[in-house]
């Protein structure tokens, strides 16, 4: 469903995203969509004719599309389609389908800022989470017209990984989670230019805080490197060095009620790091000296508050099993997730993952090999399992 709404032109982006993705899309657009965007072009991208009359020749436009559809997204979604939608109307094409519909519905929103804050609004959008409908958090950052602020529309490829995630299983509800993530690997400073470092993208991090944050949560990313997709409604704080990271996750850790530290520490660092660049003329070999870096996961595990979950990150190149079990034991973590990254599949920069999952109950889980993602996902509903176990005071 497109709405009319100056983000409008981004359905065709996210149309595009979802073919590619193997999904057939058919699109329903309001009148006033129409004054935005140019149905031609949804109908050539989407490959199939656009509708938007429910008194068209078709015998029952609503229901046929109802029944067609696995799922149902409405993008952008505007404060007045948002309103129809909590108030059951069915005043054209996309509200009587969406009304007729048993598949799963999510709501893009996109509006100013003022319009998203508005006590009309926010109710219509309580109204529609108590109704079962899924709303995905709107992005900040600047708004048509100028201003900067809450109400810019996810980005197309949050929205397509938003409808994937829905399609695989019911979603969680983390509204009232504040979820911290640690991504990448840091960064160890020889020199002011030149640093010792490991190969980890961030990716496995960055897919926690993406799922964690479509699901509702407020989320926080202590990252080393940019996120693979634009960042979206999360936080984030960059950082460079294993010092730098400890300092914010320490901070960060005091609001959060999940801590993931997927980043990839470096265990050891340069004793010394010269504050200029060093020279090459005349050296032939350079020593470094490494000396060991603090134990972010120790610090954060010493300062728990009382039912704060944290999970650890286990990379190995061999034993997995073993040294889950072991690191479970002396991290004293919640949860410890593992993962072979002797495997190109599995390691560092791939886009899936392998791990095994287990926590401090007794819970084991194996998954296959999987999208990061799918991957994150899983350690959510891990979270959500084990969080409810943790012990009062
Ligand atoms: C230039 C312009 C931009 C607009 N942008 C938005 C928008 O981003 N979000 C929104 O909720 N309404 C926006 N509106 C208002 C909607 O177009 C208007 O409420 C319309 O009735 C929505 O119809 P629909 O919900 O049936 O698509 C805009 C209006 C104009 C004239």
């Known amino acids: 469903m497109i709405t009319g709404g100056v983000a409008a032109f981004k359905a065709l982006e996210l149309i595009r995203e979802l073919t590619v993705r193997g999904m057939q899309v058919r699109a329903v657009m309001t009148e006033a969509a129409e004054r935005f965007i140019a149905r031609q072009s949804v109908a050539a991208v989407s490959g199939s004719p656009v ?14 599309l109802a029944s067609w559809a696995d799922l149902i997204v409405v993008v952008p979604a505007t404060a007045d ?11 054209d094409l996309a509200t009587t389908t969406i009304l007729a519909a048993a598949a799963p519905v999510l709501i893009a929103p996109a509006m100013h800022s003022n319009m998203l804050a508005a006590p009309a609004t926010q109710r219509n959008l309580a109204t529609l989470v108590k109704d079962g409908r899924i709303v995905l958090p709107a992005d900040f950052g600047r708004l048509a017209g100028g201003d900067v602020g809450l109400g810019r529309l996810l980005d197309p490829s949050w929205i397509g990984d938003a ?10 509800d983390l509204s009232d989670r504040r979820v911290l993530v640690s991504a990448g690997g840091t960064r160890e400073a020889y020199d002011a230019v030149r640093y010792v470092g490991n190969r980890s993208s961030g990716r496995q991090g960055w897919a926690i805080a993406e799922a964690a944050a479509l699901q509702g949560a407020e989320v926080a990313v202590v990252s080393t490197v940019d996120s693979p997709l634009p960042e979206g409604p999360v936080r984030v704080v960059r950082v460079e060095s294993a010092f730098e990271m400890e300092a914010a996750m320490v901070e960060e850790s005091a609001a959060a009620d999940w801590i993931f530290m997927a980043a990839a520490v470096a265990d050891f660092r340069p004793a010394e790091a010269a504050d200029r ?32 979950l944290i ?19 002396t991290k004293r973590v919640d949860i410890l997730v593992g993962n072979d990254i002797s495997s190109p599949a599995t390691g560092f920069g791939a886009l899936h993952n392998q791990v095994i999952i287990a926590d401090r109950f007794g819970g084991r889980v194996e998954l296959p090999l999987l999208p990061k993602l799918d991957v994150a996902q899983e350690l959510l509903r891990q979270a959500e399992r084990v969080s409810r176990q943790l012990p009062q005071g």
């Open 51 to 64: 509708a938007t009359d429910l008194f068209s020749p078709d015998p029952s436009p609503h229901t046929e």
């Open 81 to 91: 389609f948002i309103a129809k939608l909590a108030n059951g109307f069915a005043a």
């Open 163 to 172: 409808i994937e995630l829905r399609l695989g299983g019911a979603l969680l």
């Open 277 to 308: 660049k060093l020279k090459r003329d005349g050296v032939e070999r350079l020593r470094l000296e490494l000396v060991a870096n603090p134990d972010i996961l120790g610090r954060l595990v010493a300062g728990r508050r009382e039912r704060q």
């Open 311 to 329: 999970v650890g990150f286990a990379a190995e190149t061999g034993s997995l099993a073993s040294e889950v079990e072991r690191k479970l034991a």
